[in-house]
């Protein structure tokens, strides 16, 4: 057996030798050829996101329409409820705009407990989430059968 002083026998393979032009230009290569796999699938993807986009853009007009023409059919047998529609519209924003005041109001007179206690803020939830949350329902129902309205008197 012989020993040599690297530790490598006599039919051990040589590293390759970092400086030869040969190696590095085709090192070079490979990574160009990598990159532009990686690039032709990044491309792919995003033809692909380009295409689910304009389905979801198309699905988004359909629907439009089709609420659109629901809401219309809907005016032409209901044109006597527009009226108070419009009405109270304005009227339900008024209390709307009266409840945010007087929520604001009650944040600036009890900050202090908001941020100390659950119990403090859980009564705020429970005094202004559910007037807020069905207030608003409210109005975004009717907002759209006002502003109808005011195109049909325009």
């Not at 530790?7 to 030798?17: D, F, I, L, V, Y």
């Not at 990686?38 to 979801?56: H, W």
């Not at 949350?133 to 009717?142: E, Q």
């Amino acid at each position: 057996m012989e020993v040599s002083p690297t530790g490598q026998g006599p039919g051990a393979a040589s590293s390759p030798n970092p400086n030869d032009p040969a190696l590095v230009l085709h090192l070079l290569a490979n990574l160009q050829n990598q990159t532009l796999d990686t690039l032709r699938q990044m491309m792919e993807i995003q033809r692909q996101q380009l295409e689910l986009s304009r389905e979801i853009v198309q699905v988004n007009r359909e629907q439009r329409a089709r609420q659109g023409a629901e809401l219309e059919r809907w005016q032409n047998g209901h044109e006597y409820v527009l009226d108070a529609c419009k009405d109270t519209l304005g009227r339900l924003e008024q209390v709307h705009a009266s409840l945010m005041r007087e929520m604001a109001e009650y944040v600036e007179d009890n900050h202090e407990n908001l941020l100390e206690g659950d119990f403090s803020l859980g009564d705020f939830v429970d005094r202004f989430g559910p007037r807020l949350a069905h207030l608003n329902t409210m109005l975004a129902v009717l907002r759209p059968l006002a502003a109808a309205n005011r195109k049909a008197e325009g």
